[in-house]
């Protein structure tokens, strides 16, 4: 028996469910009442990612818009505080029940492209914290302000890069896993 395959689904399912919780916490407490706001959307929904011009505007409208600046320190306090690390944990348990190995185009996978596939995760989370402290810096005024403004849209882009991909992989060996259930089936 794999060690995977000793996770409980319904551990996966509870994870996703918390994830799916903290997610909506951050849109209806944080995310919608700041776009009523300021009438813009909060850096992090940004999904194609975004420039410094950006960076440098959301600045300006948060030195100009104290409760918007509160309601982002707010956020970045609260469930962006979590959150990363319960979907970081959420896409390891969901590889791990996968258990990612066998072949691909009838050779067998590496092990190190398999321990390259379970450091996705990882990647993404230290790059949505990477980008949670980008932007506590770039919009608190520091002397550092500028450097994390243009650190920022990389670590964003680093972030959705790497959990797009996680999911592409993820999807990619459960239908390899559910092709294989049904062979054995006939």
Request: hydrophobic content about 55%; proline content about 5%.
């Amino acid at each position: 028996m794999n060690a995977g395959s000793r996770i409980p689904l319904w551990i996966i399912a509870l994870l996703a469910a918390i994830c799916l919780g903290v997610l909506a916490w951050t849109t209806f407490g944080f995310v919608v009442p700041f776009k009523h706001e300021t009438g813009q959307a909060v850096l992090d929904v940004y999904f194609a990612g975004y420039d410094e011009l950006t960076v440098g505007r959301m600045q300006r409208l948060l030195r100009e818009n104290e409760i918007a600046s509160n309601l982002l320190r707010a956020m970045y306090a609260g469930p962006e505080l979590i959150f990363p690390v319960l979907l970081t944990t959420l896409l390891l348990l969901v590889l791990m029940r996968l258990r990612p190995g066998g072949s691909y185009f009838n050779r067998p996978i590496s092990p190190s492209l398999i321990a390259l596939v379970y450091a996705l995760p990882v990647i993404y989370g230290l790059a949505d914290y990477g980008e949670n402290v980008a932007s506590l810096i770039a919009f608190g005024g520091s002397d550092w302000a500028d450097r994390a403004a243009q650190l920022l849209p990389w670590m964003t882009k680093l972030k959705f890069a790497s959990l797009a991909i996680c999911l592409v992989v993820i999807a990619r060996f459960a239908l390899v896993r559910a092709m294989h259930r049904e062979e054995s089936e006939r």
